[in-house]
């Protein structure tokens, strides 16, 4: 069992910044790797972004690649999402989540989740 708790979220206006924090406990950390996805409100859970377990290998979508980057720390169990240049479009409930599948791109292959965090973009 892996337990994910997301912070970080919150208001921002477009073209502010946001870093959203996922902390792990619970079995191995370092063994999964980690993603991050994004719902809003009458859309389909996305993918954002993915990072391997060594926190070499890294994966965007195109809608955010260049503005946002993930991170993982695995001595403190915790992974990150640095956000740039935030839109309206981005606002979302964001969820981080872990698995040990292939397919990282896929929400279905994780096998954790958290409870996600509000991120809203608005003037």
């Known amino acids: 069992q892996v337990q994910l708790v997301e912070s970080g979220g919150g208001l921002v206006q477009p073209g502010d910044s946001l870093r959203l924090s996922c902390a792990a406990s619970?079995?191995?950390?370092?063994?999964?790797?980690m993603g991050w996805f994004r719902q809003a409100p009458g859309k389909e859970r996305e993918f954002v972004s993915a990072?391997?377990?060594?926190?070499?290998?890294?994966t965007y979508a195109d809608s955010v690649k260049g503005r946002f980057t993930i991170s993982r720390n695995n001595a403190e169990n915790t992974m990150y999402l640095q956000m740039h240049s935030l839109k309206p479009e981005d606002t979302a409930v964001y969820y981080c989540?872990?698995?040990?599948?292939?397919?990282?791109?896929?929400?279905?292959?994780?096998?954790?989740w958290g409870q996600g965090t509000q991120v809203t973009v608005s003037s």
């Open positions: 989540a872990a698995t040990s599948k292939a397919g990282v791109n896929d929400a279905h292959n994780y096998d954790y």
């Open positions: 619970g079995r191995a950390f370092s063994r999964y790797v």
């Open positions: 990072i391997g377990w060594s926190g070499y290998s890294t």
